[in-house]
């Protein structure tokens, strides 16, 4: 492995650059991974979820670039700044880095000081250094920002390459009008609302951008608390990037009918409710939909989207909590819903559903099973399931029809399997994936079933079977 061509290399770091772990065991293989290794780890250093000695390494190494004279002005201004030879690194770290995290250097730039003057003195020479010694900049995020770093004379050289911004909306509407006309090409914004009006300045940032693919948008607050509806002028501007949108990401109360407009939306992620028209949705179509997850719409409307969509959905993933106030229709609906899955889904891996325990029910769920065989992981939700009848039956299906890849059921609501049923499971599993499972009945830690549970554990039939006492830990 030592021995692999530097470019391959480069691939397989490239695929374990969310795996901090494993890229962090490569560095120490020998001294041609690591140097590898090094530029990939470099590129986001702030996003890894380390201690890295409460961040005073990265602390030591970011000051050590800071030119003597502003070391000497530093210092003399109290500030803790380590005294390292020039020779101290062998390799210039910094000159891989295309990101600057906010967030995270504030935090890094705390460890010498608690003065909030000092800390703003050092903020902007850190700041400074990086706007000069990353050779591009491509991931930014901005919260709790407090400098005007777009006036910094490398700014709009290194802020035309952007391509992920992340920001809140509590910052002040000059920067995100700074932003807008520097940075025309981001393809993937997230914004953080933490304000109960709008903030104008967002709505100019989107409006600017001529090649915006992901969009992300997360209200941190209760939205009973809205005065006046701070949404509309967002909706309006982003509509008109429908012909480039491909991934919509919201938290937010929808502007009707406004979702129609995304024809181009490969993933549509809502946490809130979208009041669709029917009549409207009938006439749309999502053709390249990957990924449709809503949190409340029914089970008809979800039935039009998955029959328009182009045969490329891979997650459906609808929120069942409150379904006796969203279904009406529950017995028809659900079966409806079933029926356009597998006519229409071929490629589905992540599923969730909600149907009763009918006998029609069951034959068009294990239609499903047959039909979607790359089906990697399934949420279960029936109604009135405390029977063992019901889920020794639901036992007797996933047996016969389960899909060779499906790796993990979570059951909605307390499932009763009966102790003899679940080891025949358990038993016809013995030749697939490893099983995880999840549940919220308590039975299931009692010690006939915890005996049964870790024997097939053992075995590596069963990878996992957590216990959770809430519904919304089962969830998504």
């Given amino acids: 492995m030592s021995k692999l061509n530097k470019d391959v290399l480069l691939l397989i770091f490239e695929e374990l650059q969310e795996d901090s772990k494993s890229l962090f065991s490569c560095l120490m293989t020998n001294k041609f991974w690591c140097e590898t290794v090094i530029p990939i780890l470099w590129k986001k250093p702030w996003c890894y979820n380390i201690n890295y000695y409460n961040k005073n390494l990265l602390y030591s190494i970011i000051t050590f670039y800071l030119a003597d004279n502003i070391k000497e002005y530093l210092i003399s201004q109290g ?111 997230i914004i953080i609302n933490n304000k109960l009006n709008i903030n104008h300045g967002t709505v100019k940032l989107i409006e600017n951008q001529r090649n915006l693919k992901y969009f992300e948008w997360k209200d941190d607050f209760e939205n009973d608390d809205i005065v006046e509806y701070p949404y509309i002028e967002i909706f309006l501007v982003l509509e008109k990037k429908a012909d480039v949108l491909n991934h919509l990401i919201l938290s937010t109360p929808i502007i009707k009918n406004v979702l129609t407009k995304f024809y181009k939306l490969k993933t549509l992620i809502i946490n809130d409710y979208v009041p669709f028209s029917e009549d409207q949705l009938k006439m749309s179509a999502y053709r390249e939909l990957e990924t449709f997850n809503i949190d409340f719409i029914s089970l008809n409307e979800a039935s039009i989207i998955i029959e328009n969509s182009g045969g490329h959905i891979r997650e ?50 294990e239609k499903l099973l047959k039909g979607c065989q790359i089906l990697k992981s399934l949420l279960l939700n029936i109604p009135n399931n405390d029977k063992e009848e019901t889920g020794d039956e639901l036992l007797k299906i996933l047996i016969r029809s389960a899909p060779t890849n499906l790796r993990e059921i979570r059951f909605f609501n307390d499932f009763k399997f009966s102790l003899n049923n679940l080891e025949k499971f358990f038993k016809n599993w013995k030749d697939r994936p490893a099983l995880s499972i999840l549940t919220t009945d308590p039975i299931y830690k009692g010690d006939d079933y915890m005996k049964l549970i870790n024997k097939y554990k053992d075995n590596g039939v069963i990878k996992e079977f957590r216990c959770d006492s809430r519904n919304d830990d089962i969830q998504y």
């Avoid at 591009?136 to 992920?164: C, D, G, R, V, W």
């Fill in 79 to 189: 500030i803790l700044i380590p005294r390292t030879s020039r020779k101290s690194f062998l390799i210039d770290y910094l000159s891989f880095c295309k990101s600057i995290d906010i967030d995270m250097l504030n935090s890094i730039i705390s460890i010498g000081f608690s003065n909030l003057y000092n800390q703003f003195l050092l903020q902007q020479e850190i700041y400074k250094l990086l706007m000069r010694k990353c050779p591009e900049l491509k991931y930014l995020n901005i919260k709790s920002i407090k400098h005007q770093i777009f006036y910094f004379p490398e700014a709009k050289t290194k802020f035309e390459s952007l391509f992920e911004l992340k920001c809140d909306t509590t910052i002040d509407i000059s920067y995100f009008y700074g932003l807008a006309h520097n940075c025309q090409y981001i393809q993937r914004l």
């Fill in 316 to 365: 459906i993933l609808l929120r069942y909590i409150d379904y006796e106030y969203w279904y009406d229709n529950l017995v028809e609906d659900s079966l409806n819903f079933i029926c356009k899955i597998y006519q229409n889904c071929p490629l589905i891996e992540y599923l969730s559903l909600l149907f009763p325990s009918t006998t029609d029910h069951f034959i068009e769920f």
